[in-house]
């Protein structure tokens, strides 16, 4: 599959809506994903001229939206394609029975321990989390260089954070954040600590996005493909700083959903969007890193193969085990409250 031009975007009113089509034939394959409306416009519109028969309906949210949302239907399932979020989560619905297993035709070609044991997700991207700034407004040498920078007064009211209870992405960097120090509860007095610099939590990325452009906040924590298709390809001053002492580093999958209304047609849009062409166009179009070890290196982009990732080292079973608990005792009392928090500390 070659490089397509840039494809109009389709937004989509409801999904109610979409489902009531009744004057549409097709088999209707709902997929929910976090990837974008950029690409998942375009891949729509690249599978439908392939499978002519087949309507694909995407939802974009965010990974642990999605996974919130199938399990809540886990008895009478809307989607058959859950595509993007980070292992904790897809481990999370596996062990929770919400997807079914699936061995993909590139299965071989990903390193051992990025996928489930049981072939139930499989790793399509790495994704490492990056300090995002505003670079119109912070200079180069202001930057922050390290997740501790973060905490300097400098940077009061002016980050802006993606609310991290909706995404999969911003729950791996609080759990890898909190692993980071030597207890759960030193963790917590960090989360505080950023929380007294945050001047709110934007809904979804659109309102992340837009709150730095707008110069409301000049730094965020968020993830480095996103962070490149907003500069590079929607033009907003962004720039990004990896993190000096390391970054998590995502493996963020696919999977089928257990009992999904169109099975056979979620398996074709799975090996459609996962062969070696798509993982490359997807590389040099949306900045995606291939988890996938057996591609062609030299087709990917240049910026890709130098790329120096210095990765955290994360407990992964460990967040996924625990990750859950921690956003909440952050949500119920960290979340807006870090100034609070952090005299009650002092107090005992």
Not at 306 to 326: F, N
Request: with cysteine.
């Amino acid at each position: 599959m070659s490089v397509s031009p840039r494809f109009s975007f389709v937004v989509f009113a409801s999904l109610l809506f979409l489902a009531g089509c009744s004057s549409d034939s097709r088999t209707a394959l709902v997929i929910y994903s976090p990837h974008g409306k950029e690409m998942l416009s375009e891949y729509e519109l690249l599978f439908e001229a392939e499978h002519p028969d087949i309507n694909v309906q995407w939802i974009d949210m965010g990974g642990q939206d999605a996974y919130d949302r199938i399990r809540t239907e886990k008895n009478n399932p809307v989607a058959s394609l859950w595509w993007g979020g980070d292992s904790p989560t897809f481990s999370r619905a596996a062990n929770e029975e919400l997807l079914v297993a699936y061995t993909p035709s590139w299965a071989d070609g990903i390193p051992v321990g990025s996928g489930d044991a049981s072939a139930r997700w499989f790793a399509t991207y790495l994704t490492p989390e990056v300090l995002l700034y505003n670079s119109r407004t912070v200079p180069d040498a202001e930057k922050p260089l390290d997740w501790d920078d973060l905490l300097d007064p400098k940077w009061h009211d002016r980050i802006i954070v993606r609310y991290p209870l909706a995404s999969s992405t911003m729950r791996t960097i609080w759990g890898a954040l909190i692993m980071r120090q030597e207890s759960v509860e030193k963790g917590y007095e960090w989360l505080a600590r950023l929380d007294l610099n945050t001047k709110t939590y934007a809904a979804d990325p659109t309102q992340l996005y837009l709150k730095i452009a707008r110069e409301e906040g000049a730094v965020s924590l968020w993830n480095m493909p996103d962070t490149y298709i907003q500069s590079k390809t929607n033009g907003y001053p962004f720039a990004f700083s990896l993190p000096t002492s390391g970054t998590p580093v995502l493996n963020d999958g696919i999977a089928l959903v257990a009992n999904g209304p169109a099975t056979e047609a979620a398996k074709l849009f799975y090996e459609f969007v996962t062969t070696s062409d798509a993982l490359v166009h997807q590389a040099n179009v949306y900045y995606r890193i291939p988890a996938r070890t057996d591609l062609d290196v030299a087709a990917l982009p240049e910026w890709m193969r130098e790329a120096d990732l210095k990765a955290m080292d994360i407990d992964w079973a460990r967040l996924t085990e625990e990750g859950p608990a921690w956003m909440q005792f952050w949500d119920e009392n960290i979340k807006g409250r870090g100034a609070e928090y952090l005299k009650s500390i002092e107090a005992n």
